[in-house]
Structure formats: structure tokens, C-alpha cells
């Protein structure tokens, strides 16, 4: 009996890893950032509504790179072979299986949270379809930024009308947030791809970074501190907070035009989830002198 029980408890952990396996990549530039991003953005976040919002948050991730990565299992053999595809944990039949299972889930669990998670839910299945079935994001680099910031957006919308103390909808604070980051995703989110240059020519993907590297490598200081200065600006920020967020948009910037190793870039790229999540605080601190004024 016991020997049973054992070998039930490790198939459960060994499918729970497979599926974080999955998701493993994008725990620190996608999971931790948009968490962050609903503390910040929604309306009386709510302590208790946390593990639900990641919960949906982490099952809508998931259903993105399994759909992803079967549509292209031979990228992953040249970029992150320890995925479970190209790893043997999973075949890719099953991958496809799941893939479509998790459409409903996805759907069944938004329900669960009213009809406004539901509908971001439906519009965040019809953008995976477009950028893997569809291969929308592999014709050219723009289709693939904007799909980028309308996933996030996404994302970024559900999980912050479940951190919300209501999940109608959201406020002017947290549209404003949410279109600030869409903007921010659609025109330097290739930062991204510098690390993952080499795999991305074996599968013939036209990312910015392959298209135009010069252009692509200066773009993300440009990027980096005008989106510096317009959400200092529509947040009113202090001058201490508009100086640290400056040096770090021009020394991130620095890193990727003079910092151009894999690893180079594999480093920059999480410098700059690290300046997202700061963009990202900055309704908080909205907020909070909003507040303060009201209060006085």
C-alpha cells in the first residue's frame, strides 16, 4: 500500500515539474513582473485574491508555451533543449493534447471570476493561435512585437482585475497602466531576442535582431529612456525616483549596444524585466500620492 501511494505521489511530481518545465523561462520575465504589475495597477489590490490571480496568471502561461513549443519543437533543440519536448518527458503528441485541453481550462477557471476574466481569457486564446498556428510573429518582427504586447496586455489585464478587490473592471489608473506597458512591449520587447539570435536563424524566424542588428541594438536605449520620460511624466514622479529610473534605462541600454555576447545579452535582458518592474511600480506610487492629496 505504501509502495503505491509512493509511486502515485512521484508520477504527480513528476507531471507538476513537467509542466513547470513548461513555464520555467518565463517565471522571471513574464510570472514574477506581471504579479508585481496587478499589486501596482489595481484598485484596493487584495492580499487574498494573490494566489488566484497567479493561478490564472501561471495556467494562461502554460497554455502559451505548450501551444509554443509544439508548433516549434526543433528552436528548442538549438536554444533549450532541457524543455520537455525536445527532453524526452513529454512526446509531442501529448504536448498537443494538452495544448488543446488547456483552451477550456483556461476558460472554465476565467468563468469562474465573471464574465470581464472570461473575455480576456477568449481574446488571449485567439492571440496565441495567431502568433503559433497562424506563425504571425515569424513573417516579420513587427507582427511578432505587437502580438507580444497584446499578450501581455492580456496578462496583465486578467491578472489585475483578479488582484482587484473587484473584478468588474478596470479603473482609469489600471488602463493606463496596461497600455503604457503594451506600448513598451511593442517597441523593445526584441530585447528579448538578442540571446536567442542563433536558433532563431536555423528556423528561419525574422526577428528585429536578425533583420537589422544595428538598428535593433540601438533601439533599446532610445526606447528605454523616451519610455523613462513619458511615464515619469504621466505618473509625477519625484526627482530622485526620475534620476534612478534614467541611469537605469541608459546603462541598460549601454549593456545592449556594447555588451553583445549571448551571455551578454542573456544578462541584459534580465536588467531589463528589472526597469519593466520599476515602470511597473510607478502607479502605485500614483496612487499613493493621490492619496495622500486627497487625504490632506
Known sequence: MLTVV????????????????????????????VTFFALAA??????EHMPHAILWLWLHLLHFNVANQV???????HNKAWRPIPSG???????????????????????LYGYQALAVSIAFVALTVAYNELSIDGGHWIGRNVLNALGMAAFETGT???????????DSVGMRSVLISAGVIATTIHAADFRDVPGDKK??????????????????????????????NIWGVDWLTVMFLVAMAVFIGWRFVFLTTIRDDEVSYIWYNVWMSCVHALPAYYRIVQRSVTAL
Open 6 to 33: 509512493t509511486q502515485t505521489f512521484s508520477g504527480v511530481l513528476h507531471h507538476l515539474y513537467t509542466l513547470f518545465l513548461f513555464t520555467k523561462s518565463d517565471v522571471k520575465t513574464t510570472l514574477v513582473p
Open 203 to 232: 528556423v528561419g524566424r525574422r526577428t528585429l535582431p536578425i533583420v537589422n542588428p544595428t538598428s535593433a541594438r540601438l533601439s533599446i536605449p532610445i526606447g528605454l529612456i523616451c519610455w523613462t520620460a513619458a511615464a515619469v
Open 160 to 170: 489585475t482585475l483578479l488582484t482587484s478587490e473587484s473584478s468588474a473592471a478596470l
Open 71 to 77: 508548433a516549434r519543437p526543433e528552436e528548442d533543440q
Open 42 to 47: 489595481s484598485h484596493r489590490a487584495a492580499v
Open 89 to 111: 518527458r513529454m512526446t509531442s503528441k501529448n504536448a498537443m493534447i494538452l495544448r488543446w485541453v488547456l483552451v477550456p481550462v483556461c476558460w472554465a477557471v476565467s468563468w
